[in-house]
């Protein structure tokens, strides 16, 4: 008689025996934490952290797959996203990464920081890590410490289907269409106790459709844009996230963002044109007041001989394929200059250009080729037409 392997059901039976030595572990661990202060606001040997208030901590847990594959997983992709929202560009925001298997890190983490009663804490997960996300909201309960929001991303476990008392809201993103882990009780958690539970498939099924990838599964729902952009959402809501008084100059941030781009190794930045009420020329939908358009341009050349230096044209490549970064860049200005509805980016002496239009709710967003063959006589706002799109 042959004997048959599944190569996934052998994966996911040592990903089993790995949970459970790791709650075993974690048994251990809590023990000997609590030997540390019960509560986060208590003194510790720390002495050169900042005594301020409003501080943002954000704890996220990857899956188990990010320790058995050599890739950028999906939570990093998040954190990376979080960390480039202009929103939360001005506050002391911190966001570490953790494996789904190190909740004592995550703890030790959370113990240096002593935060106070108006820091915001806020713990994502997925897979295992939306398991771990639980496992921590009840350790700081322990401690009284509050979280202020916990989201798990079709959560993986034994511990994860209550949402601990101390969690001030929790978000519990799903898909139902792919279940990959079929040992016992170790599958998808389409419910969580006193969790908002969302099938995304269902929920944002449009805008899966429009981003060419619906349905998610258990492998792609963390990597998925469009969850990212919910999170973050949900994660400015939580913050109530609001433009500080006074702003800052529209001047200052457009010299901070030229700046940015120099430090990263392009030889000139410098403003081409800053064009007074010409947005809507041409366009129709503009759905803000706003009407300037400000361009941007990154030069390889030093200015003298006009040759172009190949790393320093490698690198304006690698900025302008950065839809994260170019974003960014235009949401701080649009933030700070109140009338500015278009911010472009584009490269000397080409057609190359890159151009980011405000959307109603203030942030910016990539503009699109319209694919049509003659010229229209008017664009939809969002839209271009021309050479940068052959």
Request: charged fraction near 20%.
């Amino acid at each position: 008689m042959t004997i048959k392997f599944n190569p996934t059901e052998i994966l996911y039976t040592f990903s089993l025996l790995a949970l459970i030595t790791s709650q075993q572990l974690n048994t251990k661990t809590d023990n000997q934490v609590q030997a540390t202060p019960t509560n986060f606001i208590a003194q510790t040997q720390e002495t050169n952290i900042p005594s301020r208030q409003n501080r943002v901590v954000i704890i996220v847990f990857t899956g188990f797959a990010s320790q058995t594959l050599n890739e950028i997983t999906g939570m990093q992709k998040l954190v990376d996203a979080l960390r480039q929202e202009a929103k939360l560009d001005r506050l002391d925001l911190k966001i570490p990464i953790f494996a789904w298997n190190e909740k004592k890190d995550a703890i030790n983490y959370l113990s240096n920081l002593r935060l106070n009663n108006n820091d915001k804490l806020i713990v994502i997960g997925h897979s295992y890590g939306g398991d771990t996300a639980i496992l921590l909201a009840k350790e700081l309960k322990k401690r009284n410490r509050r979280v202020d929001l916990l989201v798990q991303v079709d959560s993986v476990g034994s511990s994860d289907d209550v949402l601990p008392s101390n969690v001030a809201k929790g978000i519990n993103y799903y898909q139902a269409d792919d279940n990959p882990i079929s040992l016992g009780r170790f599958k998808v958690q389409q419910e969580v106790i006193n969790s908002t539970n969302l099938d995304v498939n269902s929920v944002f099924r449009n805008e899966l459709i429009s981003n060419n990838s619906y349905p998610l599964n258990h492998g792609s729902i963390d990597d998925s844009n469009v969850i990212h952009q919910a999170i973050i959402q949900q994660v400015l809501n939580t913050i109530a996230v609001k433009n500080p008084t006074p702003q800052a100059s529209c001047q200052a941030t457009v010299d901070k963002v030229m700046q940015e781009i120099r430090s990263k190794g392009v030889r000139r930045v410098w403003i081409y044109r800053l064009s007074k009420g010409t947005a809507n020329e041409g366009r129709i939908g503009n759905p803000t007041n706003r009407t300037d358009e400000l361009h941007i341009i990154l030069s390889p050349y030093n200015g003298i001989n006009w040759i172009p230096d190949p790393k320093n044209n490698q690198i304006i490549e690698n900025i302008m394929a950065s839809q994260i970064l170019m974003k960014s860049w235009a949401d701080k200005i649009v933030v700070n200059c109140n009338n500015t509805a278009i911010v472009s980016f584009g490269v000397d002496q080409t057609d190359w250009t890159e151009s980011y239009y405000v959307q109603s709710d203030g942030t910016t967003k990539l503009m699109e080729c319209l694919k049509v063959s003659t010229p229209p006589s008017i664009l939809p706002w969002g839209k271009i037409w021309g050479q940068q799109c052959l």
